[in-house]
Structures are given as C-alpha cells and as structure tokens.
C-alpha cells in the first residue's frame, strides 16, 4: 500500500493498493488555518487539491471514478455541480458522484471532497 501526504499528518492524502486509489476528505488548506474564503473559491481549490493528490498516487481526474461531495448549504449545489463540470467537461468522462449535505468539524469548511480512482486509466 503507498500512502501520499495530506492536509493533516492524521490523514492521508490517499492510500493506493493494486492500482485503486482512496482518496482522504479533501477540504481547501486556507479554510484549515482560518482563512474566510467563498463557496466558489473553495470548490476550485479543493478540485484543484484532488488533482495534486492524484497526481501524487499517479493517476488524474480522469482516471476519478466516484466522487463524494459534501456541501454545508444545500444553496451551494448549483455552484458545485458548475464546478464538478468545469473539472470534467466532457459528459461522458465524469465519474459516478454522490453530493451530501453535512456538518464540518472545521468551522468554515464549506466543500469537502472524497474519491475513488484508479491508475493506468479507467474503462469508459
């Protein structure tokens, strides 16, 4: 199994064993250390932080095949799903995803992210 850095020495920025890559929550580092950023600045960061993870355990968001989003705001949905589809234009290469609405135990933490990837690309 090979483990790649994340936001917190607790928590892995992902785990990876026989070619399938778990992601840890991913949430925008500014927020961590008190920075007040906008919903839509997180969402950017924190897809722009899942791609670094990827790239980290050696795949990309292309290779994503499930996405678990959590929101604090259910007003916050239509600003994700924009961002869920700017990181993935094209229709057909989005991964399966699942968006929740949830408490944070990090007060200002407004979009966390979750994924399950693989390496070496993914059947379409």
């Known amino acids: 199994m090979i483990r790649v850095a994340g936001q917190s020495p607790r928590f892995p920025g992902a785990t990876s064993a026989d070619g399938v890559i778990a992601t840890s929550g991913i949430v925008a ?9 906008a919903f839509a600045q997180q969402a ?6 899942l791609a670094a993870v ?6 990309g968001l292309d290779d994503v095949l499930r996405l ?3 929101l604090a705001d259910p007003r916050d949905f239509a600003a994700w799903d ?11 290469a989005r991964p399966a995803r699942t968006t929740l609405v949830a408490g944070f ?14 390496t070496g690309g993914r059947a379409r």
């Open 105 to 118: 135990a990090v007060p200002g933490v407004l979009v966390e992210v979750q994924a399950i990837a693989v």
């Open 68 to 70: 678990e989003a959590f």
């Open 82 to 92: 924009r961002a869920f589809c700017a990181a993935w234009p094209e229709a057909a």
């Open 29 to 37: 580092p500014a927020v961590l250390v008190g920075e007040d950023l």
């Open 54 to 59: 990827l790239a980290d355990a050696g795949a």
């Open 44 to 49: 950017q960061v924190v897809l722009a932080q």
